[in-house]
């Protein structure tokens, strides 16, 4: 079975512009999340998506906002870039309720 | 809210030795406990998991058992190898804040020397 794919794997961009990542879940998963890495905080979860519905927020800005597609796809976008949103971008997948998530290769964001 | 601290790295190591990574978690009701661990350039592989009080996760020799007592996880493996370096991430995922959204400790980077 296909792991987690995430698109594109790595992006450079500058302040003020809009970015859209995406994620592909492994087949049959319904939930998918995403998490930013920075060095500074570490890994924070942004939010999750089942059933093309936000099940779960983090605390981060409106800037940062997400979608889940009824193939179960998900895209995550961030408007007006700044510098501190130089980061890796994770997404993951589980079939949700209490099951096992399993992470993509994540996106590099670089905000110039 | 929810949290974990882990210990503090970064840990260098010598081929065969024994490794023990400290985590100790905050949380609200019973949460399930995992080690995930980071390979350069790659996302997050999940090591092992527990999910009640006292069950032990295990995965290529790496080893933690939950204990509620004393609120850890402590990972531990008898006789690393070089290819053991990487980042390890304790987490935690509980029924209040919802099972899918995980919460993170800092992170230990290990380095095994041959």
């Known amino acids: 079975k296909a792991g987690v794919t995430q698109t594109p794997r790595y992006l450079i961009k500058t302040r003020g512009q809009q970015v859209t990542l995406s994620c592909s879940p492994i087949?049959?998963?319904?939930?998918v999340s995403w998490y930013q890495q920075t060095p500074g905080q570490g890994l924070q979860f942004l939010f999750e998506?089942?059933?093309?519905?936000?099940?779960n927020k983090g605390n981060f800005p409106g800037r940062f906002s997400g979608r889940q597609f009824s193939n179960s796809r998900s895209e995550m976008n961030v408007s007006t870039l700044e510098l501190g949103d130089s980061a890796l971008y994770l997404c993951?997948?589980?079939?949700?309720?209490?099951?096992?998530?399993?992470f993509g290769p994540g996106t590099r964001l670089t905000v110039l | 809210g929810d949290s974990v601290t882990q210990m503090e790295g970064p840990v260098t190591l010598s081929e065969e030795a024994f490794l023990t990574i400290n985590c100790t978690y905050t949380?609200?009701?019973?949460?399930?406990l995992f080690w995930y661990v980071q390979y350069p350039g790659e996302g997050l592989q999940l090591l092992l998991k527990?999910?009640?009080?006292?069950d032990k996760g295990s995965n290529k020799g790496f080893e933690a058992t939950y204990r509620k007592e004393t609120t850890s996880f402590h990972l531990e493996k008898g006789s690393v190898q070089v290819s053991d370096s990487a980042v390890y991430f304790c987490?935690?995922?509980?029924?209040?804040?919802?099972?899918?959204?995980?919460?993170f400790g800092q992170g230990t980077r290990l380095t095994i020397n041959p």
């Open positions: 993951a997948s589980s079939t949700g309720g209490a099951d096992t998530q399993y």
């Open positions: 527990a999910t009640k009080a006292d």
């Open positions: 949380a609200t009701g019973y949460p399930s």
């Open positions: 998506y089942f059933s093309e519905t936000q099940r």
């Open positions: 987490a935690l995922s509980g029924p209040i804040q919802g099972a899918q959204k995980l919460v």
């Open positions: 087949s049959g998963h319904r939930s």
